[in-house]
């Protein structure tokens, strides 16, 4: 007798062998072939939803447990939020192409951010904007946070000057070219004097205002660090005024350092401008002393009256101890 397996896997040798191999062949045919093993979909679903269930109950964790992990998540949506708004704007801009107008867009569309955080803005002095002429706009620069208080007193036909790696970030970077933002690279000094050449003779002809922040950089401080001096420079070239503009210290609800970030109340103040008629470029260190040494008397006294950033200032040691 000759035994062979069911899938014909394996024979005895016998002498018979030769003629019952048609029938091995059929059973071979009709025997499945050995498949892989695979790993379906439905097994995969377990790990995630467990991935799923660990963060939502993690995230509610650390949010109300550490405030460095809160300020992070709020740092990240404030990004996240202004970069997905860009994505929005930038259809509706580019219907117009790059035009100045485009800037009360963006405008109408981060207005609401502040009541996201909760974070009230208040502006005063806005009666010193000058109504119908082009003139500069000096202001102190203190975080990203910066931009509520922006879109909140902006003027109308008013674009800021801004680093040029701005223009490269993303949907935000599109968005601020449609609107007319001026890039410069301050790399180049030869390039950003042109840049800036080319804007006074825009301040004139086409009527619009600029917004520089005259630091050069972020200051976390709770203070103000020395003015460069290319927007007095501008100012004194186009013969236009300059609008100094005070935002009030954000010690009491936003803090880098101590990874802080709560609600809070801020004062805009704007300034009444300073003339530059007749004003050669030999009085810039001057003029630039002069509108650092006004706004840094507001800034403190707005950072300390209870109505703007709190009481930071008034903490022996403090900036409020710097000297003018």
Known sequence: MVRTSICGAGV????????????????????????????????????????LLLLALLLPTLWFCSPSA????KMAFYNGWIL????????VCAVRGR?????????????????????????RGAHHFPPSQPYVVVSNHQSSLDLLGMMEVLPGRCVPIAKRELL?????????????????????????ISVMSEVAQTLITQDVRVWVFPEGTRNHNGSMLPFKRGAFHLAVQAQVPIVPIVMSSYQDFYCKKERRFTSGRCQVRVLPPVPTEGLTPDDVPALADTVRHSMLTVF?????????GGDYLKKPGGVGEAQL
């Open 300 to 308: 403190r006294e707005i950072s300390t009256d209870g109505r703007g």
């Open 84 to 91: 997905f708004l860009a994505v929005l704007a930038i259809p």
């Open 168 to 192: 490269w970030a993303g949907s935000a970077g599109l968005a601020c070219w449609l609107a007319g933002v001026i890039f410069i690279d301050r790399k180049r000094t030869g390039d950003a």
């Open 12 to 51: 005895n040798p016998s002498p018979s062998a030769g003629r019952l191999s048609p029938l091995l062949f059929r059973n071979q045919a009709h025997c499945p072939s050995p498949r892989p093993l695979q790993v379906t979909r439905m097994e995969l679903w377990p790990g995630l939803w467990t991935l």
């Open 70 to 73: 809160k300020y992070f998540f």
């Open 99 to 123: 035009n100045v107008e485009n800037m009360k867009i963006l405008r109408l569309m981060l207005l609401h951010i502040k009541y996201l955080y909760g974070i009230r803005v208040e502006v």
